[in-house]
C-alpha cells in the first residue's frame, strides 16, 4: 500500500534536547511538507522540499531544520531552539508541479517537558 | 501573512441535519481544498477544486469552488455519526507554491 508514514506516534523528550521526527513516503512523490499544529489551530507550514537536495523555510521554520537526501524522506529536527515545541507534528506529499492535493501521514504528537 | 477565514468555527447539529461550512479568502486562489481531520490522525483529502465555479461531489460531501475565487462552500447532507470532526479549508493563493489552511470547523453531531 503507498502512504506515508511517521514515527514514532507519541514522542517525548526532556526540555534543551534535539529530537528528530521521521517521515517516508512511497507515494513516488516529489514534494514534501512538514506541518505544526496546536490546539485549535489550523495547520502551520514549517518547511518544504519540492525536489531532492532542496528544502525551503515556510512560516515558522525557526528552531527547526530538515534534510532531503533522498525523494523518499524528509526528517525534521525539533532543536533546543524552539522555546515551544510541544506540538502535533503532521509531514505531507504531493506530485509536485504545486501545492496541489497534499496527503498527510498520521502524524507524531511530541511532548517536551 | 495571507488567511482564510473559515466559519463557523463549531457546529453543534442533530443527526440526519445537512451541514454548510464556508471559507473565505481577501485574494484569489487557484486551488481549493476539503480536507477531514479525526481526533490524533492526519487530515484526509475530501474533495479538490481547481476552476472557480466548479461543483464536485464525495458520496453526501459537495464543495464548491467560488465564481469570485475567493471563497469555497462544503456541503454534508444527511449527517451520520462518523461525520464527526474537524473539516478543514485549504487554499493555494496566486501566484504562491504552498497552501494555506483555515483554522477548521468542529462539527458535533447531537444523539
Known amino acids: 500500500d503507498g502512504g506515508i508514514t511517521q514515527s514514532p506516534k507519541y514522542l517525548f523528550r526532556k526540555e534543551g534536547q534535539n529530537v528528530t521526527l521521521s517521515c517516508e513516503q512511497n507515494?513516488?512523490?516529489?514534494?514534501m511538507y512538514w506541518y505544526r499544529q496546536d490546539p485549535g489551530q489550523g495547520l502551520r507550514l514549517i518547511y518544504y522540499?519540492?525536489?531532492?537536495?532542496?528544502?525551503q523555510k515556510g512560516d515558522i521554520a525557526e528552531g527547526y531544520s530538515v534534510s532531503r537526501e533522498k525523494k523518499e524522506s524528509f526528517p525534521l529536527t525539533v532543536t533546543s531552539a524552539q522555546k515551544n515545541p510541544t506540538a502535533f507534528y503532521l509531514c505531507?506529499?504531493?506530485?509536485?508541479?504545486?501545492?496541489?492535493?497534499?496527503?498527510f501521514g498520521p502524524g507524531t504528537r511530541l511532548t517536551v517537558t | 501573512g495571507q488567511q482564510l477565514n473559515q466559519s463557523p468555527q463549531s457546529m453543534f447539529i442533530q443527526e440526519g441535519e445537512d451541514v454548510s461550512m464556508n471559507c473565505t479568502s481577501s485574494?484569489?486562489?487557484?486551488?481549493w481544498l476539503w480536507y477531514k481531520q479525526d481526533p490524533g490522525e492526519g487530515p484526509v483529502l475530501l474533495i479538490a477544486?481547481?476552476?472557480?465555479?466548479e461543483l464536485t461531489s464525495n458520496g453526501r460531501l459537495t464543495a464548491q469552488f467560488g465564481i469570485t475565487r475567493k471563497d469555497s462552500f462544503l456541503n454534508i447532507s444527511a449527517s451520520i455519526p462518523s461525520d464527526v470532526g474537524i473539516y478543514f479549508c485549504?487554499?493555494?493563493?496566486?501566484?504562491?507554491?504552498?497552501?494555506?489552511f483555515g483554522k477548521g470547523t468542529r462539527l458535533h453531531i447531537l444523539p
Open positions: 477544486l481547481y476552476k472557480a465555479g
Open positions: 505531507a506529499s504531493s506530485s509536485g508541479g504545486g501545492p496541489y492535493e497534499q496527503y
Open positions: 485549504a487554499g493555494a493563493p496566486v501566484p504562491d507554491d504552498k497552501i494555506i
Open positions: 507515494l513516488n512523490h516529489d514534494a
Open positions: 522540499s519540492q525536489i531532492v537536495n532542496d528544502f
Open positions: 485574494s484569489i486562489f487557484n486551488t
